[in-house]
């Protein structure tokens, strides 16, 4: 009896085996990371928010996806995202005749562009962001001081219409300033970078002039302090 059973367990095993050869095998499941989606924080609108109108709108930022979304071994070395830009407000040299000194800026407001002049009628142009309607302004002012990675102190009037802002913001990617900053005389203006590249060639600010970090940084390196500057 014991043999017999025993028979039948050998059969039933071997038979098990072969249908185990048989069938698929199952992969170990893979978790592959997906590329990871930055939505905008306080972004470079931030600071216009809080001057201006908050009924006025902004252009909806579109998904901002990152190639790399590993630290940066540089913690002031933003990540560039992979967003359209329209060619027109990419940085490029022009012809541009004029009277002006070379180095001087000229910031076409109505076409969003801000012209770096350069000696033999040629000019860096770069596209930018510039007020919105009613907080557009034009006249002359001067380039009276340059700063990387600015810190941002909101004035004491901000501070006492808002009392819940941050009374010092540390400069880095996430600072509404950008990577660089330019300030206009002893204005509240300036010309400064951008987390926010989406919104470069529309009226967006309440009067300071942004352009994407890379071109600010660009411009920054090509601007000296004195430098004058005509807004139109």
């Known amino acids: 009896m014991q043999r017999a059973i025993l028979s039948s ?15 698929p095998q199952t992969p170990p499941m893979v978790v592959v990371a997906q590329p990871q989606q930055i939505q905008a924080n306080i972004g470079g609108g931030f600071i216009e928010y809080l001057f201006g109108d908050h009924g006025s ?31 027109q407000f990419l940085r490029q040299r022009v012809d541009y005749p004029t009277t002006k000194v070379p180095g001087s800026i000229v910031i076409d407001t109505p076409r969003h562009f801000l012209y770096l002049v350069e000696p ?7 596209g930018i962001g510039v007020g919105r309607p009613g907080f557009t302004w034009s006249g002359e002012h001067t380039v009276s001081a340059k700063k990387e990675w600015p810190d941002w102190v909101p ?6 219409r808002q009392p819940g802002l941050p009374h010092f913001m540390a400069g880095g990617p996430a600072n509404p300033l950008g990577a660089r900053a330019m300030y206009l005389g002893s204005t509240l203006y300036r010309i400064h970078g951008s987390n926010e590249p989406w919104t470069i060639g529309h009226n967006v600010s309440s009067g300071c002039i942004r352009l994407r970090n890379v071109d600010v940084i660009d411009l920054y390196d090509r601007v000296k302090v004195g430098a004058k500057v005509e807004v139109l």
């Open 120 to 126: 033999n009628g040629k000019a860096m142009r770069y």
């Open 155 to 160: 004035p004491k009037e901000m501070l006492e």
């Open 57 to 87: 709108a902004q252009p909806a930022p579109p998904p901002v996806y990152y190639a790399n979304t590993a630290p940066a071994a540089d913690p002031m070395q933003e990540q560039q995202p992979n967003i359209e830009i329209d060619p």
């Open 9 to 23: 367990l050998l059969i039933m095993l071997s038979g098990s085996a072969a249908f185990a050869q048989q069938m």
